[in-house]
């Protein structure tokens, strides 16, 4: 009989050093808003995503690779970076064909939830509402633990991240391929049952509501599959550089 698998939940990258990840698949949330515009560009035709945690890290990557075909964007605060064209909001990137084009971004929480990830052997990807049943019919059909990483704001935890990874987790539970024996898991489980009737209102008294007048973009992230992409970690053809490439669901 197959051994099942663990799921699990790191409620901030604060958290992290506290898990082993060198037997986990990681999955890094940020709905507002990092991954779910990573996913729009990967959705829309781009190439890849070259996540840095620092300003300074994609500056320099870019300056470093001037013959390649780079959009690059930053976004602190919830504001674009001055300098750059993009931030990381999924409007920004909707819509539009990104075709042979790769994407190098960093962001206040989400890139750096991916720069503390990189530990693990077992590989990372991307979810957000937008794609949250392709990357779970993904982990269902890879034979590995699973942890959630919820990227929060500036250390803390976020509300919308840890609805989601609860979302995530009892999609994963109910397959009855996963076990948990997790707390955070059985909070993550519990906020989602509340907030199920009505995600948008549930969540028009957090945080990042009142801390950012983004009305059309949290709509917007809290769409649920709307697309079909598994964004997962890999490297470049010289073992370099790594990325996350957009990988059709068809597990």
């Known amino acids: 009989m197959q051994n099942k698998r663990k799921v699990d939940i790191c409620l901030t990258p604060s958290l992290l050093d506290l898990f082993n990840l060198s037997d986990k698949l990681v999955v890094v949330i940020d709905v507002f808003r990092a991954t779910s515009a990573m996913c729009v560009f990967l959705n829309n035709g781009g190439r890849s995503v070259i996540p840095f945690a620092t300003i300074d890290e994609a500056k320099i990557y870019t300056n470093n690779n001037t013959n390649q075909q780079y959009l690059v964007a930053a976004e602190r605060d919830g504001r674009i970076v001055p300098g750059f064209d993009l931030g990381n909001s999924p409007l920004s990137y909707h819509n539009k064909n990104f075709t042979g084009s790769s994407l190098v971004i960093t962001t206040t929480n989400g890139t750096l939830s991916i720069s503390k990830s990189k530990k693990t052997s077992c590989g990372i990807v991307l979810a957000s509402f937008l794609n949250m049943s ?5 982990l269902n059909s890879i034979d590995k633990d699973v942890l959630f990483v919820c990227s929060g ?10 609805l989601l990874a609860g979302l995530m987790s009892s999609k994963l539970l109910s397959k009855n ?12 489980l519990s906020l989602y049952e509340s907030a199920k009737g009505d995600i948008v209102e549930f969540l028009s008294k957090s945080a990042y509501k009142n801390r950012l007048n983004l009305d059309a973009d949290i709509k917007y992230c809290l769409q649920q599959d709307i697309m079909s992409i598994v964004p997962i970690w890999s490297q470049n053809y010289d073992g370099n550089e790594c990325f996350f490439v957009k990988k ?3 597990v």
Do not use: H, P
Not at 153 to 162: F, H, P, Y
Not at 177 to 188: A, E, P, R, Y
């Open 134 to 138: 392709a990357v779970c019919n993904y």
């Open 153 to 162: 704001w500036k250390g803390r935890m976020c509300v919308e991240d840890l």
């Open 177 to 188: 391929n996963f076990i948990s024996q997790s707390d955070s898991v059985l909070m993550g």
């Open 248 to 250: 059709s669901n068809n």
